[in-house]
């Protein structure tokens, strides 16, 4: 299987608690994040949502849907949001927050592995399209989440971890 890893930064003028609530109710995504197509939760969790599983649907600028359900593994309030990926795509995604100069530091960590067939057979050619369908949808999500808290954008950035 390909292994994919990006690393996507948000900085948006907004408070650390407004930006984590909001990362928090993914059930809500689709009403601002566009790409976000669908997310319905199909376990529930403890009371702070840890082991809680939410099915979603993305769809970006190349012509395919990624379907997979996120299992939350950790939750350490307005710092980290962590879970495991299991569907099209295996591996973790990873929610860390901070305050720095003034803005809210949104840091997404995506380490998965492409588990469609047809996707692991084009990666050698695909994988930098497929990275870059990745950043335009973490662009629209801090285009909405900006929008939402009527807050700046100040960046978005995703780079590639060296290994």
């Not at 197509?37 to 199909?42: C, D, F, G, S, W």
């Not at 529930?44 to 359900?69: A, Q, S, T």
């Not at 350490?76 to 860390?96: D, F, H, M, Y």
């Not at 809210?104 to 588990?115: A, C, G, I, K």
Request: charged share 20%; aromatic share 12%; net charge positive.
């Amino acid at each position: 299987m390909t292994k994919f890893q990006l690393v996507t930064e948000w900085r948006i003028s907004a408070s650390l608690v407004e930006v984590f609530e909001a990362i928090t109710h993914c059930l809500d995504w689709p009403k601002w994040w566009l790409g976000s197509e669908k997310v319905e939760k199909l376990v529930m969790g403890d009371k702070n949502g840890v082991e809680c599983v939410h099915h979603f649907i993305w769809k970006g600028r190349i012509p395919y849907r990624l379907v997979f359900d996120i299992r939350v593994t950790r939750i350490v309030p307005l710092k980290l949001i962590e879970g495991q990926a299991s569907g099209e795509v295996i591996g973790t995604g990873r929610w860390n927050f901070f305050h720095e100069d003034g803005v809210t530091v949104v840091r997404y960590e995506w380490d998965v592995h492409l588990n469609r067939l047809w996707m692991n057979l084009v990666a050698p050619l695909a994988l930098p399209l497929f990275r870059w369908n990745h950043h335009q949808v973490m662009q629209q999500g801090a285009k909405g989440l900006a929008h939402l808290l009527h807050s700046r954008l100040e960046s978005v950035h995703t780079s590639i971890p060296s290994l």
